[in-house]
């Protein structure tokens, strides 16, 4: 559950989050009609305009690893544009936290692994280990001291 609160004098570009892929595999959101959620494409960033009694999905940092970057994970961004506090309950479809995840053979499919398109500059192809490290040590560039915590 996220909580975006109204912000009545916001500073500049204060996004309730900043651009950032999804960790999982896929992110389930229900449209409401009170937008604020953009999406970044290769031409830059578009409104995802609510569509009434629909649904958001994005593609994950995981089945982009999985599938080799054949489907890639969504660059993406909120603002709380509604003129009040809201409520997102938004669906996350993860992995086990101690799975290993590698990526499937797919016949014919060539993808370039270019991690400079990325917000954070790294490649989900070129990672090791459980989705559990993945999770640790991405929020650990945000929250240093969570990691030292966890373990």
Partial sequence: MFNYPFLSHPQGQSWGVAEHTDYGLLTILKQDDLGGLQVKTRSGWIDAVPIANSFVCNIGDMLDRLTGGLYRSTPHRVKNVSGRARLWFPFFFDPNFNAELHP??????????????????????????????????KVAKIFPQLRQQVF
Wanted: charged residues 40%.
């Fill in 104 to 137: 499937i053979e797919i016949k014919g499919a060539v993808v370039d692994d270019n991690k400079n398109e990325r917000w954070d500059k790294a490649s989900v192809r070129e990672f090791r280990g459980t989705y559990g490290d993945y999770v640790l040590n």
